[in-house]
T-cell receptor
């Protein structure tokens, strides 16, 4: 079946640093979604992307829909402690959703 | 608040037992999805319903079943529970159409002892 790869698997950064993570697929997607999950809670939608090349921001977060439609990037600027969590990408090739394995972000004070 | 409601939040039961998890989707969303997340793992897709009909099946065990009722709420039934079924179970809902976004509930944490 379709799979998504996310990198890096985990990252440790200093507070104030910028963060970049990406998601790649072997298939073309119509929609890319980025979620953040805090421990023991449900994933929260951060950004949704609908068109190839689209660049969308949500506060300190910026995400891009790759022009090949097979990848997406999420950047977090000036990280703060509450950015800690797992970031999942999800693609929507049709009616269903495919999730990546997640990037675990730790922010050191 | 995503608008997706799940009950119960926590459930502790014994092996061999059966439990039912309940989900109310966001107002207007016809699709409901169920996911399982074991400790420090990703989201495993179990099953999707659309307007009362099963739409897609993922890695759902035969011991598990689900349904979506006319009022669009959904239930996930887990039977003959095993220790390995301990996990967070998430319900999510979306509108139909390829541009629909997926919204998650807060999950039901199942512990099987």
């Amino acid at each position: 079946g379709q799979q998504l790869n996310q990198s890096p698997q985990s990252m440790f950064i200093q507070e104030g640093e910028d963060v970049s993570m990406n998601c790649t697929s072997s298939s073309i997607f119509n929609t890319w979604l980025w979620y953040k999950q805090d421990p023991g809670e449900g994933p929260v939608l951060l950004i949704a992307l609908y068109k190839a090349g689209e660049l969308t921001s949500n506060g300190r977060l910026t995400a891009q829909f790759g022009i090949t439609r097979k990848d997406s990037f999420l950047n977090i600027s000036a990280s703060i402690p509450s950015d800690v969590g797992i970031y999942f990408c999800a693609g929507r090739p049709g009616q269903n959703f495919v999730f990546g394995p997640g990037t675990r972000l730790s922010v050191l004070p | 608040d995503s608008g997706v409601t799940q009950t119960p939040k926590h459930l502790i039961t014994a092996t061999g037992q059966r439990v039912t998890l309940r989900c109310s989707p966001r107002s207007g969303d016809l699709s409901v999805y169920w996911y399982q997340q074991s400790l420090d793992q990703g989201l495993q897709f179990l099953i999707q319903y659309y307007n009362g009909e099963e739409r897609a099946k993922g890695n759902i065990l035969e011991r598990f079943s689900a349904q979506q009722f006319p009022d669009l709420h959904s239930e996930l039934n887990l039977s003959s529970l095993e220790l390995g079924d301990s996990a967070l179970y998430f319900c999510a809902s979306s509108v139909e159409g390829t541009n629909g976004e997926l919204f998650f509930g807060e999950g039901s944490r199942l512990t099987v002892l």
